[in-house]
T-cell receptor, first 111, second 115 residues
Framework: GENVEQHPSTLSVQEGDSAVIKCTYS??????FPWYKQELGKRPQLIID?????GEKKDQRIAVTLNKTAKHFSLHITETQPEDSAVYFC??????????FGTGTRLQVFP | EAGVAQSPRYKIIEKRQSVAFWCNPI?????LYWYQQILGQGPKLLIQ????????DSQLPKDRFSAERLKGVDSTLKIQPAKLEDSAVYLC?????????????FGSGTRLTVV
């Protein structure tokens, strides 16, 4: 079935530390994996995405890795800052042109 | 470019009442999605339109939810009658075409509270 699992559900880190969020997906045909950041009361915003023809993509302090064999993908945030505090969602594209979202990770960065 | 517009931003209704939400996607975006996001959970797809046709409504509770996209532009999502468990944010998203090529743009959502 169409399913995306996400862990952990909550993550607390000290400012400057790294944060890692992991997701697994069920459909081996999935080829597009975006990550969204959602601040309280606001819409989800795309922060980075990766397609199945690459294993890693980086954009300043955030990076995403993809392991298609294991059907895993992860978000890495380095040098975390308080403004990184939000809920992060992974998603996987399924073949009817829709995104299935994970359950979310609430990241808290303490100064 | 203008974003995805949704209205109203907030709605409070009593259970068993009816409610409707409106979405105006980005101009030219053929694909439109309605998601339900219950507090503390990820967005769950309710229905997907391609132009004015339904592509996927497998997760839409059809006994009480309905949606339409007349003329392939604006869309409305209706709940009749509402239940307490329908309390959620209803997000509309649109895409120029394939989500893998163009991604999604989300609207600000409608927060529904059923009391």
């Amino acid at each position: 079935g169409e399913n995306v699992e996400q862990h952990p559900s909550t993550l607390s880190v000290q400012e400057g530390d790294s944060a890692v969020i992991k997701c697994t997906y069920s459909d081996s045909a999935s080829n597009y994996f975006p990550w969204y950041k959602q601040e309280l009361g606001k819409r989800p915003q795309l922060i980075i995405d990766i397609r199945s023809n690459v294993g890693e993509k980086k954009d300043q302090r955030i990076a995403v890795t993809l392991n298609k064999t294991a059907k895993h993908f992860s978000l890495h945030i380095t040098e975390t800052q308080p403004e990184d505090s939000a809920v992060y969602f992974c998603a996987a594209y399924y073949n009817t042109d829709k995104l299935i979202f994970g359950t979310g990770t609430r990241l808290q960065v303490f100064p | 470019e203008a974003g995805v517009a949704q209205s109203p931003r907030y709605k409070i209704i009593e259970k068993r009442q009816s409610v409707a939400f409106w979405c105006n996607p980005i101009s030219g975006h053929a694909t439109l999605y309605w998601y339900q996001q219950i507090l503390g959970q990820g967005p769950k797809l309710l229905i997907q339109f391609q132009n004015n046709g339904v592509v996927d409504d497998s997760q839409l509770p059809k006994d009480r939810f309905s949606a339409e996209r007349l003329k392939g532009v604006d869309s409305t999502l209706k709940i009749q009658p509402a239940k307490l468990e329908d309390s959620a944010v209803y997000l509309c998203a649109s895409s120029l075409g394939s989500a893998t090529l163009y991604g999604y743009t989300f609207g600000s959502g409608t927060r529904l509270t059923v009391v």
